[in-house]
């Protein structure tokens, strides 16, 4: 399939342990987002990547959030230290061009269980 | 303090009838607005952006309309199908320099479309 894929589709883990989360955009799209959607809760932007670089981070809710994208392709979010807050539904996107002048396509996400 | 504002919580319409979404905001520097759709477990789909410099744009079934003195855009789908129940986001993109976004999302509305 040539969609938006996730992984894991599913994470359960400890309080306090660190996760490591993966997108593998469409190939060929230079912009990369990051979203999460908390149970019950709206969608919220997190990060958003052009190529490698991240314009701006002050999206992400904490210092404990980080997220890198390499070879203009592969994006990992990292959230260290886990907190019961932050299970939700992890969401990444992919498009073209900029997300309001170019269609994004959004990948199945990652729901993040932390106990 | 929300900037996107979606005010009705959830809409009934009756299928072949029109469905008219509703989006309100405050900041008047966002320059493009997007509407996604959400099914229950599954990614959002992108359906229609709409850039501040324009009142309309038209794809297929769906319309949206700006009127940014009224700081207000809705969404409308004509003629409603079962298959458009979902919940609906309404998103505004801040753009600033060096290719940087920011998106601030509505509450969502959820939509029954009623055979």
């Known amino acids: 399939g040539a969609g938006v894929s996730q992984s894991p589709s599913n994470k359960v883990t400890e309080k306090g342990k660190d996760v490591e989360l993966r997108c593998d955009p469409i190939?060929?799209?230079?912009?990369l987002y990051w979203y999460r959607q908390s149970l019950g809760q709206g969608l919220e932007f997190l990060i958003y990547?052009?190529?490698?670089?991240?314009?701006?981070k002050s999206g992400l809710p904490s210092d404990r959030f980080s997220a890198e994208r390499t070879g203009g392709s592969v994006s990992t979010l990292t959230i260290q230290r886990t907190q019961q807050e932050d299970s939700a539904v992890y969401l990444c996107?992919?498009?073209?061009?900029?997300?309001?002048?170019?269609?994004?396509?959004f990948g199945p996400g990652t729901r993040l269980t932390v106990l | 303090d929300q900037q996107v504002k979606q005010n009705s919580p959830s809409l009934s319409v009756q299928e072949g009838r029109i469905s008219i979404l509703n989006c309100d905001y405050t900041n008047s520097m966002f320059d493009y607005f997007l509407w996604y759709k959400k099914y229950p477990a599954e990614g959002p789909t992108f359906l229609i952006s709409i850039s501040s410099i324009k009142d309309k744009n038209e794809d297929g079934r769906f319309t949206v309309f700006l009127n940014k003195s009224a700081k207000h855009l809705s969404l409308h789908i004509v003629p409603s199908q079962p298959g458009d129940s979902a919940v609906y986001f309404c998103?505004?993109?801040?753009?600033?320099?060096?290719?940087?976004?920011?998106?601030?999302f509505g509450p969502g509305t959820r939509l029954s479309v009623l055979p």
């Open positions: 190939s060929g799209h230079t912009a």
């Open positions: 996107a992919s498009s073209r061009g900029l997300a309001g002048s170019d269609t994004q396509y």
């Open positions: 998103a505004a993109i801040l753009s600033f320099d060096n290719y940087g976004q920011n998106f601030v």
């Open positions: 990547f052009q190529g490698n670089s991240a314009p701006d």
